[in-house]
């Protein structure tokens, strides 16, 4: 039988092979079933996608929560197009770009606070392995290296590098991986449907479920705690507002012990929640804040850990020509990155995208409890434009009802909605119009009743 080395030097010209899906291993997605029956996307624009056979797909979840100024807008692909003529690459070690620092200083603007040196990166994952690791040197230059330990939350998703899965909740992204980081505890989940079912906003019960830090620190000792790292709201468990005051209490208690708070907003940043920040909304300003996706509106791939003014002045000490952090990426603010992230600031400032969240936010809210009474449909939780909707398993099937839901959606209602195990997702765009707004529900709940 013919090699396969043997099958591409016969051909070296053929870089690329329509009609073969061999080759790609697709990320968080059932391989075998999407060659199957694949779902292309070919084009982008505002608030759809397009197949290549040109049919319009609602993007119910703004690609995968980033681009939160809707797709291919103007502004962002010229940006992008003139920094690739201008500047492909610099390096971020020793050298640096202006766009650098104007993005930095952009971002830090909206962040809350003494919330305003910016470490950039490329992705949510980064971002969140970044927050740990300055986390645990902070301590470490302050005299403080005993404090070594990482506390997480059931049901959290913090990215997929072994910091995030470790401090992570969700158990199949972790049961595979080996012994992960040790020294990690997690505090419980706050969501409870007994107490929440069909909640808009924040859940009243729960608060008390912060005071199981107190636990932890009583088990280990505050000496040996070094973070606490929550999403504002889960996103990817399937939209989990805090309960109201929860946040606050956590804060109260990092700050009785000396732990410092990371606010994990790779989703909540830039719109999501009708603030630039979830630490806006909640008045609760974290010790350090990771950010993602919404920054570049999706366009390029960037990430980023915002730290407490405080946080970054202990590490500057000694010699000067020392570096203070042994940490970076080779892509670290890169010109395409930055030039996207600007442009799309500018975006949501002009077009008031962020305000225009929080107006929508009771639209979404109305439009989704719709869901409620639906052949299946357990629960449904809206905070800003974000909505998580829980269906029935099939008995013995877990996540099948919910991937024919996905699949349906896509095929038959031309719209794209994201699925994990049964939780469906909805987070569309900012630029979202109420009438969609109200299509996206009516086409949801015909899937869910197609697939009851
Ligand atoms: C809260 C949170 N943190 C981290 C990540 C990981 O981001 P990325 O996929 O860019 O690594 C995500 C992705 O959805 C996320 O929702």
Redesign the pocket.
């Known amino acids: 039988m013919e090699s396969s080395l043997q099958r591409k030097s016969a051909n070296p010209r053929a870089t690329s092979v329509p009609n073969d899906l061999s080759a790609f291993w697709l990320p968080f997605t059932p391989n075998r079933a999407f060659k199957r029956a694949p779902r292309f996307i070919t084009r982008a624009k505002d608030m759809h996608y397009f197949t290549p056979d040109g049919r319009a797909v609602l993007d119910g979840l703004a690609g995968?929560?980033c681009t939160n100024a809707g797709h291919n807008r103007d502004p962002i692909v010229a940006a992008i197009k003139r920094e690739a003529e201008q500047l492909d690459y610099a390096p971020a070690f020793q050298f640096a770009h202006p766009k650098s620092f104007e993005l930095a200083s952009r971002v830090a603007a909206l962040a809350p606070a003494d919330l305003n040196r910016v470490f950039f990166c490329n992705?949510?994952?980064?971002a969140?392995d970044t927050a740990l690791k300055i986390a645990l040197a902070y301590h470490n230059v302050r005299g403080e290296g005993a404090r070594t330990r990482l506390i997480g939350r059931e049901r959290g998703?913090?990215?997929?590098g072994f910091g995030?899965i470790s401090v992570g909740g969700i158990v199949n992204n972790r049961k595979f991986f080996g012994t992960l980081l040790a020294g990690i505890d997690h505090l419980p989940a706050t969501y409870s449907r007994e107490h929440q079912a069909f909640t808009k906003g924040e859940p009243e019960w729960g608060a008390h479920l912060a005071d199981e830090l107190e636990r932890l620190v009583a088990l280990h000792d505050a000496s040996t705690i070094a973070a606490v790292i929550v999403?504002p709201m889960a996103?990817?468990t399937g939209v989990l507002p805090p309960p109201k005051g929860y946040l606050q209490r956590l804060r109260a208690i990092c700050d009785k012990h000396g732990i410092l708070l990371i606010f994990?907003e790779?989703?909540t940043g830039f719109g999501r929640l009708g603030h630039a920040f979830a630490a806006e909304r909640y008045g609760v300003t974290p010790d350090l804040l990771?950010f993602?996706?919404g920054v570049t509106s999706g366009a390029v791939p960037m990430?980023g850990v915002i730290a407490r003014e405080s946080l970054y002045e202990a590490f500057m000490q000694g010699p000067e020509h020392v570096i203070e952090l042994f940490h970076g990426y080779t892509y670290s603010a890169h010109p395409l990155a930055c030039a996207a992230g600007i442009a799309a600031l500018d975006l949501y400032r002009d077009e008031g995208l962020f305000e225009r969240a929080k107006k929508l936010e009771p639209v979404v809210a109305e439009a989704a409890m719709t869901l409620k009474g639906v052949p299946n449909v357990l629960d449904v939780r809206a905070v800003g434009v974000a909505v998580g909707i829980d269906i029935a398993s099939r008995p013995g099937a877990v996540g099948k009802r919910g991937y024919e839901a996905m699949e349906r959606a896509f095929h038959e209602e031309s719209l794209m909605i994201r699925v994990s195990g049964d939780t469906l997702a909805i987070a569309p765009p900012l630029i979202v119009t109420e009438a969609q707004i109200a299509e996206i529900f009516e086409k949801t709940a015909r899937v869910i009743r197609a697939v009851a």
């Open positions: 995968l929560w992705s949510g994952s980064e969140v998703y913090h990215g997929v995030g999403e996103g990817s994990d790779v989703i990771c993602a996706k990430g």
